[in-house]
């Protein structure tokens, strides 16, 4: 059982928005501003798209964006596209554990 | 360009120890903490550890803590993870990461993976 709960599935159409939540615990995601996620395609290695709940590294397209209220954080893409189909994962910082991650959700585009 | 490269993966038995390799290129190596993450064959995944820059802080998750060790040379730009009494479940495609910032903790993202390294422990 993974330490932040993501829904093990999404999906939306082409041009769509979806959006991705990530619970955790006040010791994590609702304790600190330090939740990423990441997308994984199959067989490649993650790639950081978001970082500090809400900042997307230089590079990735402005249609993803992070946001958190309380113990959750929450992964938006809009304008969905066929290449946005993968898995993507959050991660919070705990200070017992050091970095935690989510089960992952596995985004289907139709 | 940014580059990690992991080496030293492989198959052992139980009880056995391995040690993995990270070469780094295209940035300046000691100024970023890393971190190994590993992936279990169609799961999710788990930080194992990081270091910092300086290598003053090394931290493990507690699933490998005590047997596991991180270091890094940063005159070679490489990362190196001693795995000591593995296990089944240490079987896994572990990967180096490069993190935003010179320490480990708080994490704040790791912005560049290597292309992972599998790891299989089977008698």
């Known amino acids: 059982q993974s330490a932040l709960t993501q829904p093990a599935s999404v999906s939306g159409s082409p041009g769509q928005s979806i959006s991705i939540s990530c619970t955790g615990t006040d010791s994590d995601v609702g304790g600190y501003r330090f939740v990423s996620w990441y997308q994984q395609h199959p067989g490649k290695a993650p790639k950081l798209m978001i970082y500090?709940?809400?900042v997307r590294p230089s590079g990735v397209s402005n249609r993803f964006s992070g946001s958190k209220s309380g113990n959750t954080a929450s992964l938006t893409i809009s304008g969905l596209q066929a290449e946005d189909e993968a898995v993507y994962y959050c991660?919070?910082?705990?200070?017992?554990?050091?970095?935690?991650f989510g089960g992952g959700t596995k985004l289907t585009v139709l | 360009e940014m580059k990690l490269l992991e080496s030293g993966g492989g198959l052992v038995q139980p009880g056995e120890s391995l040690r993995l390799s990270c070469a780094a290129s295209?940035?300046?190596?000691?100024?970023?903490?890393m971190s190994w993450v590993r992936q279990t064959p169609g799961k999710g995944l788990e930080w194992v550890s990081g270091i910092s820059g300086s290598a003053a802080g090394t931290y493990y998750a507690d699933s490998v803590k005590g047997r596991f060790t991180i270091a890094r040379d940063n005159s070679k730009s490489t990362l190196y993870l001693q795995m000591n009494s593995l296990r089944d479940d240490d079987t896994a495609v572990y990967y180096c990461?490069?993190?935003?910032?010179?320490?480990?903790?708080?994490?704040?993202?790791?912005?560049?993976w290597g292309q992972g390294i599998l790891v299989t422990v089977s008698s």
């Open positions: 500090d709940v809400s």
């Open positions: 991660t919070s910082y705990r200070s017992s554990d050091i970095l935690v």
């Open positions: 295209g940035f300046t190596f000691n100024a970023y903490a």
């Open positions: 990461a490069k993190g935003r910032d010179v320490v480990v903790v708080p994490d704040r993202g790791l912005d560049y």
